[in-house]
């Protein structure tokens, strides 16, 4: 790209004299505070960085389109989904979670899927990852869980101790901690893996009747997988590895695409299915609940400057439309509030005035005024609710439906369906494997097992195996017994 130069400027605009010499005292003296460029030049550089995501630090982003190509409106009355052919923009981010900024991005780690759909109804942001389950049930385990997966306050490393420490009190993390340590657990790229909204939400029709819904976003690139080995070397090799991939892709106009797919239970099902549906360390069955094609996720488009459009993207899980809503998912529940909060600490209280954060397709109009950073879109008109000189109003229509609940205020672990324990559904997926994957598996976990200091944290981690499938906790318990011999 060749451009005719111009003038290089201060941050008021007035042209720069010289940008190699700062000025000084005389040939040899010391500085002048008159420099005001070099001055402005250093206190700006110094305040480049802002606080990094507590988790996600490391992602890569891009822009899209969405589109419909099957009738899902007798499920939802989202406009943006409403008929094949209807088309959203969107920008979609990609993460790695435990990793500070700067971290490598082929580790074992689930994978952040975020997107953000600009319909005309407003923002649709659905913050998933690439995996259909999750750790832990309850968000006051939240901060703790990330806790053990990042450094340790003294030794300033993540330490065996603490992961396995936490896990071993947690038999719910099991079926999540099979998946990360199963050949899916370190993606080749961002675009060779899947996507899931993981928690159930609720959808809504135009007749006001509620169904619950899990996301599938499926890759149309097919599935590539790391070896731990091959991860390895790559993050030592290229840290960058995923960022440059997506990026290298997308410019060279391979536009990588996934399949949007749903499960859906009839609301009515929720109270006796076999699990609690609202259980993210559970999945549905595909038998139960069969996969149903919404449309295709395509991106197509770089951001020009990631740190304008990518570290500064705030993805809310509570920001939703007409027809789509929460379900009772404590963590979802937790989640409502989590995002937006960060946002305004992360990124202050105007965030959402941000170019890649704003509606695209649609206006935000209320009374939420000033603050710093404010771009001023409300103008001259009044700033309250309700006026007489023509400010906007309330619709009366909410955006999704009620749900029933019943019984007296508690602190209520998740109530438990005819089937549910912490162990069946990670003893069903280990029993999945071929012979292959359950050998790379017990020896991913029994690698990073073994490197606990402390025998009582190994016996109970290893309970919990044998509880999910007696072969596979007695596997990981000799694998991890040669490894220390
Ligand atoms: C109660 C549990 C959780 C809490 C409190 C929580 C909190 C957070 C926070 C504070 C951030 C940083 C947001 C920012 O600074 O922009 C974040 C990022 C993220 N979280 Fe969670 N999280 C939870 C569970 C989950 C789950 C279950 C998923 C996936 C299903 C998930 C997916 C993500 C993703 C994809 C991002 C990065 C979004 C982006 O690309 O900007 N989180 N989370």
Redesign the pocket.
């Known amino acids: 790209m060749s451009q005719q130069p111009q003038a290089l400027t201060t941050e008021s605009g007035a042209p720069v004299a010289d940008n190699q010499n700062s000025q000084t005292a005389g040939p040899g003296g010391p500085l002048l505070i008159q420099d005001q460029y070099l001055l402005e030049k250093l206190a700006r550089f110094n305040r480049e960085r802002i606080p990094e ?4 630090a490391r ?1 890569s982003g891009a822009y899209g389109r969405f589109e419909v190509t099957a009738d899902v409106s007798r499920f939802t009355k989202a406009h943006f989904l409403a008929e094949p052919g209807r088309r959203t923009e969107v920008f979609a ?1 990609f ?1 790695t979670v435990a990793g500070n900024l700067g971290a490598a991005d082929a580790v074992r780690d689930p994978r ?3 997107v953000k759909f600009y319909t005309e109804e407003g923002n649709y942001d659905l ?3 690439n995996t259909p389950i ?1 750790f832990i049930k309850d ?1 006051l385990k ?1 901060p703790d869980f990330i806790h053990t997966q990042k450094r340790d306050p003294y030794t300033g490393s993540q330490e065996a101790d603490n992961v396995w420490d936490f896990w071993s009190h947690s038999p719910e993390a099991i079926h999540q901690v099979t998946w990360l340590f199963g050949d899916r657990g370190i993606p080749a790229s961002y675009r060779h893996m899947d996507g ?4 159930t939400y609720q959808w809504v029709n135009a007749e006001g009747e509620a169904f619950w819904v899990k996301y599938h976003f499926k890759t149309d690139q097919g599935i590539r997988n790391l070896t731990a080995e091959a991860a390895a070397e790559l993050a030592g090799a290229d840290p960058d590895s995923h960022q440059r991939d997506l990026v290298n892709a997308i410019d060279a106009g391979v536009s990588p695409s996934w399949t949007l797919k749903v499960q859906i239970m009839p609301v009515a099902e929720a109270a006796t299915y076999r699990f609690n549906p609202f259980d ?1 360390t559970k999945v549905w069955s595909h038998a139960d609940h069969p996969l149903i094609e919404v449309g295709r996720l395509t991106l197509d488009r770089n951001p020009d400057n990631v740190f304008a459009e990518v570290e500064q ?3 809310n899980p509570a920001n939703f439309v007409p027809g789509i809503g929460p379900s009772p998912d404590k ?1 979802l529940q ?2 409502l509030f ?2 937006a909060d ?2 305004r600490y ?1 990124l202050g209280v105007n965030h959402t005035q941000l170019p890649v954060n704003a509606p695209h397709a649609a206006t935000a109009r209320n009374h939420g005024r000033d603050g710093y950073m404010a771009t001023n879109p409300g103008g001259r008109a009044k700033n309250y609710e309700p006026n007489s000189f023509g400010g906007p109003y309330e619709s009366a229509a909410p955006l999704w439906a009620s749900t029933e609940v019943s019984g007296p205020t508690g602190t209520h672990p998740a109530p438990l369906h005819a089937q549910d324990d912490d162990y069946v559904q990670a003893g069903d997926l280990y029993r999945l494997m071929t012979a292959d994957e359950q050998a790379r598996l017990v020896a991913n976990l029994a690698g990073f097992l073994a490197k606990v200091s402390r025998d009582d944290i190994v016996d109970r981690v290893v309970g919990h195996f044998r509880a999910a499938d007696r072969d596979y906790g007695d596997r990981i318990a000799a694998a991890v017994k040669e490894l220390r011999a």
């Not at 995501?53 to 996600?56: I, K, L, T």
């Open positions: 995501r507590v988790v996600h992602g981010r993460s952040g899927f975020a913050v998933g990852n999750f968000p939240f899931f909204g993981s928690h993210l993207a705030a993805f963590m937790g989640r989590a995002y960060a946002h992360r």
